[in-house]
């Protein structure tokens, strides 16, 4: 299990390593297990909640889910030391088909005005009316280099990793394996954060037979409110996905090399 944890981004500026904006992001989304000695890495919208849960019961923090709201304000509170990073036993991250992870987003931060939708309409000068967003709208306004990075739940998956390889890469698609591999590699056990997010299309009938894309949320919200929710599918059209495909290439490209392109949506 033991390995060399090479760090993706120490090489990447001859500054200080403290002063490097790229590990400390990377570093700033590692959570030690600290009885297992190993690392996780959080992704956003990559079943975070259940694993920040997870991490927080096996440290000894909290009991239950009971006191999960507790992990909302401790994101920070098990980020490893660089000691911590290079001597990990046990490394691990989660991914996710970076097409599902998108529409995610759009159908939970936007269509429930989050604060990460209202924080999306303060950035571009307020000139987007969240009811009247469409997918379509949001997806091409990622255009803008700088919005791609503006959000941690639409940024990136690579920019999220600390090592140039992990013990083990998950997929989100496949979440039971990664549940059965960590309790027999390391004896972490898992538990659902769900009953306390109240994410993700559970409980929702999908609908995968009209576009949604131009749909606006607020129309979105109305179908949900009725127990309804487009499929992630649902939320492409041509345009949207080769924009994704040039947005996400290189989070697509290492996708396909852990799982292969049949995992991928498009």
């Keep these: ?3 060399n944890n090479f760090l993706k981004n ?3 500026s001859l500054n200080n390593l403290r002063q490097n904006p790229i590990h400390n ?3 700033n989304h590692s959570m030690m297990i600290y009885n297992k000695n190993a690392l996780y890495t959080f992704i ?3 079943g975070c909640s259940t694993l920040r849960l997870s991490v927080a019961i096996e440290n000894g923090c909290i009991e239950g889910i009971e006191q999960g709201h507790w992990i909302h304000s401790n994101n920070g509170t098990f980020n490893a030391t660089l000691g911590e990073a290079i001597k990990a036993d046990y490394t691990f991250t989660i991914l996710r088909c970076p097409f599902r992870r998108l529409s995610s987003v759009f159908l939970d931060k936007f269509v429930a005005k989050e604060p990460e939708a209202w924080q999306y309409r303060q950035m571009l000068g307020r000139q987007v009316e969240l009811d009247n967003l469409t997918f379509k709208d949001f997806v091409l306004s990622l255009k803008k280099g700088w919005l791609l990075t503006a959000n941690i739940h639409w940024r990136k998956q690579v920019d999220f990793l600390l090592y140039q390889e992990y013990s083990d890469y998950f997929c ?7 549940i059965d591999t960590l309790r027999e590699k390391i004896g972490f056990t898992v538990h659902d954060a769900r009953p306390l997010t109240n994410h993700g299309s559970d409980g929702f009938e999908i609908i995968d037979n009209n576009c949604f894309a131009n749909t606006c949320g ?6 949900k409110r009725n127990g309804q929710c487009p499929s992630h599918k649902a939320m492409y059209n ?3 996905i080769e924009t994704v495909r040039e947005l996400y290439r290189e989070d697509i490209s290492l996708y396909t090399e852990k799982f292969g392109p049949q995992a991928l949506l498009f």
């Design 1 to 3: 299990m033991k390995k």
């Design 218 to 223: 607020f129309d979105i919200s109305v179908m």
């Design 44 to 46: 956003p919208k990559n």
């Design 238 to 240: 041509d345009e949207l």
């Design 25 to 27: 992001f990377a570093m």
């Design 10 to 12: 120490a090489q990447n």
């Design 172 to 178: 989100l698609e496949n979440f039971p394996e990664a």
